[in-house]
């Protein structure tokens, strides 16, 4: 076999590959075999026909194809493997020779993964932000327990709508005077200053009564979802029908009691520090396990293909629409709510999936120097721990994994994941 390498745009090669003629021929008689298998023929039994039949039925260009389709892939990897190529794509195949008793010729043209020039990825100098709970951070879960606990009671007479009240109020919406679909709502709940309508209504609600009208003027946003309300003036003619408060219950021992298993508000405190510490510590960990990741890859040499940046980019809107879809919506339907495009979507992934493209090839070559191999009890604990997520026993999910074909896959993930750990197993004391 005869390989010759022809460098192209967009970081492609193309492989010129020559198979002899002896194995074009033994190609032909096994593709006869093979066809002769896998069609009727009349008058004889599967696999029972000589190769002129078995030509004279199918065609001569499809036992050639046949034969081509048995020689190629050996070929191909045989080719890969002597000119040291990693493809990232699926070759595209031109052939230029194929006939019997003679030399088989054609063209791959593939993507290979890029050179990767490795820096500095161990003993990295990676500090762990330091944990520091204050008395303001125990007050403020506190509060957030003592917000629980509050009961709603209804203002009293006269009173004035304030910031934090909760009011129901009809309102119907007008632009250029006319009113327009959806903008019309009866004893609607909100909450003033929960920033949940558009910017600046609720704050035109601030000192109104029950029973008052009153004409709040806002400009929707530029991004807003419904297209052709976007940048639009619009008024609101809005009437307060009820105004609530909250009433707060005081932070003491009664509390404690009903918001935890402790008898008193000290120990109440004291478990509270105690879980925010631990939260803090987790977070300073990961926080510096993701910076010695990134350091590591930002050190790296490599100019990416942008077909694997393409790639990743379609995989990562493939996992959203099968979330959205868990949620019972449909890709299109969350493109129109959001007021973008696939273009747009595709473009806001880019970043993200460049970073990740160019993280997963640091982790590859980081293998590779230091020899980082998985192991059968690596996949195990691996599809232990997808068992345990998805509350599945591990031989479903093994079963699941083998089903799709993606053993690969997983050994992939370990990999990266075990090569992580070893960077930061080698971080800097």
Do not use: W
């Amino acid at each position: 076999m005869k390989v010759t390498v022809e460098n192209g745009e967009n970081q492609q090669v193309t492989l010129t590959i020559e198979v002899e003629a002896a194995e074009v021929n033994k190609a032909v008689e096994q593709a006869c075999k093979r066809l002769a298998n896998r069609v009727s023929i009349p008058g004889f039994r599967k696999g029972k026909a000589p190769r002129m039949i078995v030509e004279r039925h199918v065609g001569k260009d499809a036992v050639l194809q046949e034969a081509f389709d048995i020689v190629a892939p050996k070929a191909l990897s045989k080719a890969f493997d002597e000119q040291k190529i990693d493809p990232v794509t699926r070759p595209s195949v031109d052939i230029e020779t194929l006939e019997e008793g003679k030399d088989l010729v054609f063209k791959a043209t593939v993507t290979p993964r890029p050179e990767v020039k490795l820096g500095d990825y161990k003993g990295l100098n990676v500090p762990k932000n330091e944990v520091n709970i204050t008395d303001e951070d125990v007050e403020k879960q506190l509060k957030t327990f003592q917000d629980r606990q509050g009961k709603l009671v209804d203002a009293p007479e006269g009173a004035e709508v304030k910031d934090g009240d909760f009011t129901t109020l009809d309102f119907k919406g007008f632009v250029d005077g006319e009113a327009f679909d959806g903008g019309e709502g009866k004893d609607y709940p909100l909450q003033i200053g929960s920033n949940s309508f558009i910017p600046g209504f609720e704050d035109q609600l601030v000192g109104a009564k029950i029973g008052e009208e009153r004409d709040v003027n806002v400009k929707f946003p530029e991004e807003y979802h419904a297209k052709e309300l976007a940048g639009k003036d619009a008024t609101f003619k809005c009437t307060i029908r009820s105004i609530k408060t909250k009433e707060l219950p005081a932070i003491d021992d009664e509390l404690a009691k009903k918001v935890s298993k402790f008898e008193t508000l000290d120990e109440l405190k004291a478990d509270i520090r105690k879980n925010l510490e631990e939260n803090a510590e987790r977070t300073a960990e990961n926080d510096q396990k993701s910076a010695a990741i990134e350091m590591a890859t930002n050190n790296i040499t490599v100019d990416i293909p942008a077909v694997m940046i393409d790639n990743r980019v379609t995989a990562m809107i493939q996992e959203m629409a099968m979330r959205l879809e868990q949620q019972g919506m449909k890709l299109e339907q969350y493109l129109q709510y959001a007021g973008t495009d696939i273009a747009k979507l595709r473009e806001q992934y880019r970043e993200t999936a460049e970073k990740n493209v160019k993280t997963d090839l640091m982790l590859e070559e980081v293998a590779k120097a230091e020899d980082i191999k998985v192991e059968a009890k690596d996949l195990d604990e691996e599809v232990a721990a997808m068992a345990a997520a998805y509350g599945a026993t591990p031989q479903q999910v093994q079963k699941i994994i083998k089903e799709q074909g993606r053993i690969g896959d997983l050994a992939a993930s370990v990999l990266r994941k075990k090569t992580a750990q070893f960077i930061i197993d080698n971080i800097a004391k």
